[in-house]
């Protein structure tokens, strides 16, 4: 009999990714896609441990699944719930212990393994957990795609952090820095592109630092993507995130000699201090970010930035956080994603003096967030009256149209046919709603 399958995605694209992979492993199993956890027979929640209200997410979801769980099982009925993801990784035993009700607390590395465990908890019921670190690399036991990713897919190509930034979690919950094979990606994102997929997002947390080896030497980024923009039907390649020290002269060059890769770049900065930057163990200066984008500006003209930023880091003080300001003043971004500090227990940052009281990290925050939204609005703003070209994913809220997403990310909608769908359109921008644009087709015909 067919069994469903739930899985609530928190946390970053890597976890996206791996959703969609544990839900390739169980489809052998019998397991399809559910709507909703109500509906399934296994829910698993793919977690993140990034700040404090991430990881507390997750006990206050078990928390509304608990009671599900027991209807269940009042009905003669089972639902068997995991915990995947950066939290299992970082609080194991303890996750089963705190909430006996669920089965399985698996890691990031460990969900090639998930079939075995479900077939365990099914076959003598009990708690399993297994967030080991193996010696095996997952990928090469991960079964291919159950379904097609769509029209903008992820890819994973990287794994892990080597950099041990003061305040993150992630080479704790996601070990080592590891690279695929370009060979496997290579393999992974021809099927994609055969399936219908146009857009695919190299995803690693420090995909620039990319170095997968094959028998004639060490693969960096950019000849990866060289290697992908060769792929038929492949119309947009893009990547995220990126360290600014991992941004090397062939990642600037492939910006300017490879059409397909999008000229938008995430690349977090987290502050515009030196002194913060140096406690962060960033390894790099303001001025160096600086530099990096004017590289890329110059490859480059019309690329635009995203970045992340921390505010409140212990120790920073009003003149640091001013020249947070300032660099972002100067450097002008589409968009940007910034958080208070969350001090994460076992990571060096969190035992500094110094710590910023809420109130003030509230308020730098707030400033902050006022001149990023006011620079995208500026840049959403300046792309009115021009033609973009649109990568049609998906239908539409209203009849008749189609939504995609501009070079830079940007949502838009525009009336089209929905033979569209997975087609590159020229769409000429007419107005700068909320969180989309709206325009019109520029052309009759599409490029594709
Ligand atoms: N590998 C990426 C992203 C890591 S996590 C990178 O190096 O940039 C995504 C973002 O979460 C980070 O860029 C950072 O801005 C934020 N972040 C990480 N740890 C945090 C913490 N302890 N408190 C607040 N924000 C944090
Ligand atoms: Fe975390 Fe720093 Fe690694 Fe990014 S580079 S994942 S912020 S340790
Ligand atoms: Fe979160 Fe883990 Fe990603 S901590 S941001 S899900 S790598």
């Given at each position: 009999?067919?069994?469903?399958?739930?899985?609530?995605?928190?946390?970053?694209q890597?976890?996206v990714y791996d959703?969609?992979?544990m839900a390739?492993?169980?489809?052998?199993?019998?397991?399809a896609?559910?709507?909703?956890?109500a509906e399934?027979?296994m829910v698993?929640?793919?977690?993140?441990?990034?700040r404090?209200k991430a990881a507390?997410?997750?006990f206050s979801?078990?928390?509304?699944?608990?009671p599900?769980?027991?209807q269940k099982?009042?009905?003669?009925?089972r639902?068997?719930l995991?915990v995947a993801g950066c939290v299992?990784q970082?609080?194991?035993a303890?996750?089963?212990?705190?909430?006996?009700?669920?089965?399985?607390?698996?890691?990031?590395?460990?969900?090639?393994r998930?079939?075995?465990?479900?077939?365990?908890v099914a076959?003598?019921?009990?708690?399993v957990l297994?967030t080991?670190?193996?010696?095996?690399?997952k990928?090469d036991?991960?079964?291919e795609?159950a379904?097609p990713?769509?029209?903008s897919?992820?890819?994973?190509?990287?794994e892990g952090?080597d950099k041990?930034?003061t305040?993150?979690?992630?080479?704790?919950?996601r070990?080592?820095?590891?690279?695929r094979p370009?060979?496997?990606?290579?393999?992974?994102?021809?099927?994609l592109a055969?399936?219908g997929?146009?857009?695919?997002t190299?995803?690693?947390?420090?995909?620039?630092a990319?170095?997968g080896?094959?028998?004639?030497?060490g693969w960096?980024?950019a000849?990866l993507?060289g290697?992908?923009?060769?792929?038929d039907?492949?119309?947009?390649?893009?990547?995220t995130?990126?360290h600014?020290l991992?941004?090397?002269?062939?990642?600037v060059?492939?910006?300017r000699?490879?059409?397909?890769?999008?000229?938008?770049?995430?690349?977090?900065?987290?502050?515009?201090?030196?002194?913060?930057?140096a406690?962060?163990?960033?390894?790099h200066?303001a001025?160096d970010?600086?530099?990096?984008?004017e590289?890329l500006?110059?490859?480059?003209?019309?690329?635009a930035?995203?970045?992340?930023?921390?505010?409140?880091?212990?120790?920073?003080?009003?003149?640091?956080?001013?020249?947070?300001?300032?660099l972002?003043?100067?450097?002008?971004f589409?968009?940007?994603?910034?958080?208070n500090?969350s001090?994460?227990p076992?990571?060096?940052?969190?035992?500094?003096?110094?710590q910023v009281?809420?109130?003030?990290?509230?308020?730098r925050?707030?400033e902050?967030q006022a001149?990023i939204?006011?620079?995208?609005?500026?840049?959403?703003a300046a792309?009115?009256?021009?033609t973009?070209?649109?990568?049609?994913?998906k239908?539409g809220r209203?009849?008749?149209?189609?939504?995609?997403?501009?070079?830079?990310?940007?949502?838009v909608?525009a009336?089209a046919?929905e033979?569209l769908i997975?087609?590159?359109?020229?769409?000429?921008?007419?107005?700068a709603?909320?969180?989309?644009?709206a325009?019109?087709?520029?052309?009759?015909?599409?490029?594709?």
């Amino acid at each position: 009999m067919a069994k469903k399958l739930y899985i609530k995605t928190y946390g970053c694209q890597m976890n996206v990714y791996d959703s969609a992979r544990m839900a390739d492993v169980l489809a052998p199993l019998g397991y399809a896609p559910a709507a909703a956890a109500a509906e399934a027979d296994m829910v698993i929640l793919n977690t993140c441990h990034i700040r404090e209200k991430a990881a507390e997410k997750v006990f206050s979801e078990l928390g509304r699944l608990r009671p599900l769980k027991a209807q269940k099982s009042a009905a003669g009925e089972r639902l068997i719930l995991a915990v995947a993801g950066c939290v299992a990784q970082a609080e194991g035993a303890e996750i089963l212990a705190r909430a006996p009700f669920v089965d399985i607390v698996l890691g990031p590395q460990t969900y090639h393994r998930l079939g075995e465990m479900v077939a365990q908890v099914a076959r003598a019921g009990g708690q399993v957990l297994d967030t080991e670190f193996p010696p095996e690399d997952k990928f090469d036991f991960l079964p291919e795609a159950a379904a097609p990713r769509g029209v903008s897919a992820f890819l994973s190509v990287q794994e892990g952090c080597d950099k041990f930034c003061t305040f993150c979690v992630v080479p704790y919950t996601r070990g080592a820095e590891l690279s695929r094979p370009a060979a496997a990606i290579l393999a992974e994102a021809r099927r994609l592109a055969a399936q219908g997929t146009r857009e695919i997002t190299l995803l690693g947390q420090n995909v620039n630092a990319y170095r997968g080896d094959t028998p004639d030497g060490g693969w960096g980024l950019a000849r990866l993507i060289g290697a992908l923009a060769e792929i038929d039907g492949l119309r947009r390649i893009r990547y995220t995130t990126s360290h600014p020290l991992d941004v090397d002269d062939a990642l600037v060059a492939a910006h300017r000699d490879v059409p397909q890769l999008m000229p938008f770049l995430h690349l977090p900065v987290q502050s515009g201090a030196d002194r913060v930057l140096a406690a962060m163990n960033r390894r790099h200066t303001a001025d160096d970010y600086r530099r990096i984008v004017e590289r890329l500006r110059r490859a480059r003209p019309d690329i635009a930035f995203s970045s992340d930023f921390i505010v409140g880091f212990p120790g920073e003080s009003d003149r640091d956080f001013a020249q947070t300001l300032a660099l972002v003043r100067e450097t002008g971004f589409a968009q940007a994603f910034s958080f208070n500090y969350s001090a994460r227990p076992g990571t060096p940052a969190a035992l500094l003096p110094d710590q910023v009281p809420d109130a003030v990290k509230n308020e730098r925050l707030a400033e902050l967030q006022a001149l990023i939204a006011e620079q995208q609005r500026a840049f959403n703003a300046a792309a009115i009256g021009r033609t973009l070209d649109v990568l049609f994913e998906k239908r539409g809220r209203h009849a008749g149209q189609l939504v995609g997403r501009s070079p830079y990310l940007q949502a838009v909608h525009a009336p089209a046919p929905e033979r569209l769908i997975g087609a590159l359109a020229p769409v000429r921008l007419t107005a700068a709603l909320a969180n989309s644009l709206a325009g019109e087709l520029a052309a009759a015909e599409t490029l594709a």
